[in-house]
């Protein structure tokens, strides 16, 4: 009777771990394609494409947005956001590009962008480590908007491999009269002599 209930003790191990073992493999699998509510766009479909997290290229203690253009593609994840009408948005993240080739000369590469728009920030390409990127918009009408983390172009596409994460939307507040306030300060090259013995300095 002991040795039956034995064999049964370890048939029951045996089958725990395995169930521990497939319940972790799900869990990683879930936690490598969940994006958490965003969705996932590709304009060829039947591409080489891969979009995942990445636990082991990361900036930060959060999972980076993986998109992976084996061949030419625009591919995105996005995702729709409520906004104030009239109201300027700031939108950041960190990136970082591994072999990133546009296949034109039009502007593309890692970027964030508003679906629909021509409003994307400046693109990101070839071999880069992990850089703060920003698109700053506003909203003008609309109540929603599509915000995208994008690898590709307006008319273009994209080869490579770019990597997102740590982001961050931040509204401001515009006056009444519409109008931004900008400044721009331009310092033109001016040649200078330091004299040693007096510390004065003598323009040309």
């Keep these: 009777m002991k040795s039956k209930k034995g064999f049964i003790n370890i048939g029951t191990i045996i089958s725990t771990a395995i169930i521990i073992i497939i319940l972790i493999v799900l869990f990683k699998i879930y936690k490598q394609y969940y994006f958490n509510d965003f ?4 304009t ?3 591409s080489e494409t891969k979009l ?5 290229v990361k900036y930060s203690d959060e999972d980076s947005y993986r998109i992976t253009n084996e061949e ?3 591919t995105v994840f996005y995702k729709e956001i409520e906004v104030e009408n ?5 939108i950041s993240c960190m990136v970082k590009t591994e072999n990133v080739v546009s296949e034109n000369e039009n ?3 890692a970027m964030i962008w508003i679906m629909g728009t021509q409003e994307y920030s400046i693109p990101v390409t070839g071999n880069s480590e992990w850089q703060r990127i920003e698109l700053i918009f506003d909203s003008k009408n609309r109540d929603k908007v599509q915000i995208a983390f994008r690898l590709g172009g307006n008319s273009n596409r994209c080869t490579g491999t770019a990597w997102f994460t740590d982001f961050k939307l931040e509204k401001a507040t515009k006056h009444s009269d519409s109008e931004w306030n900008v400044g721009c300060f331009i310092l033109k090259n001016v040649e200078v002599n330091i004299d040693r013995c007096t510390n004065k300095i003598h323009y040309k």
Aim: net charge negative; aromatic share 8%.
């Design 39 to 42: 969705e996932k766009a590709v």
């Design 44 to 46: 060829t479909a039947d």
């Design 52 to 56: 995942m997290k990445d636990s082991d």
């Design 72 to 74: 030419y593609n625009d």
């Design 86 to 90: 009239n109201t300027p948005y700031r």
């Design 107 to 109: 502007e593309a590469g």
